[in-house]
């Protein structure tokens, strides 16, 4: 099974399992395509002992939300970064190989009260897949956690702009390489995790 039907299938699973979860007098639904920018993640490598930096860049993906009330939505979130891997600083790395990221997050979003303007917080805890640029080296599967808030500003009944800031975690427990193959693996690393923080916008519809 190729890596996209593999997320495919994963985050229907997710979805399918929530929709079944909500309380049956719970109606509706939310769609909300999103884009944003997204820096940081540092992989300590033991061997060349420098830094291994993800290349800031643009994210973008869906979340669905389920609503339980008028002020607590659960909701599940799909999130792809295509990046690089780069030695040295943030701004002024040599790029080594792409690297793709997509992360399937299931939490929820509390809301307060208001017509137009509602602040929000907003959780998630899925898995995260980073894959290396080249089909010879593997896949990393990860546990990852998201956090932040935001505001959704009402634009018209079924329609509102959704503006949030996050932090992500990514926990690698008990590795000390990443993006093996045949021949052996691309990154000794130290440490059991990174952090990343994004910056998004998008349109809520709801249904």
Excluded at 113 to 129: E, K
Excluded at 148 to 177: K, P, S
Aim: aromatic share 8%.
């Amino acid at each position: 099974m190729n890596r996209g039907r593999y997320i495919g299938l994963l985050g229907i699973a997710l979805v399918l399992a929530v929709a079944a979860a909500r309380p049956a007098k719970a109606e509706g639904f939310e769609l909300t395509p999103q884009a944003g920018f997204r820096l940081g993640g540092s992989f300590e490598a033991a061997a060349q002992d420098v830094d291994l930096d993800l290349d800031e860049s643009a994210a973008w993906g869906v979340v669905l939300g389920f609503p339980l009330d008028d002020q607590s939505i659960v909701e599940v979130e799909l999130v792809h970064q295509g990046t690089e891997l780069q030695s040295g600083g943030l701004f002024s790395g040599d790029p080594l190989f792409d690297v793709s990221i997509d992360s399937i997050l299931a939490g929820g979003r509390y809301q307060s009260d208001g017509d137009r303007v509602r602040g929000f917080v907003a959780g998630g805890l899925g898995v995260t897949r980073f894959g290396p640029g080249s089909s010879d080296w593997d896949d990393e599967w990860a546990i990852s956690l998201s956090i932040g808030g935001g505001a959704l500003i009402q634009m018209g009944q079924r329609v509102a702009l959704r503006l949030e800031g996050r932090g992500i975690g990514t926990f690698m427990v008990d590795r000390t390489a990443i993006f093996c193959g045949g021949s052996g693996c691309l990154v000794e690393i130290e440490g059991s995790g990174i952090l990343q923080a994004e910056l998004r916008a998008g349109l809520t519809f709801t249904f």
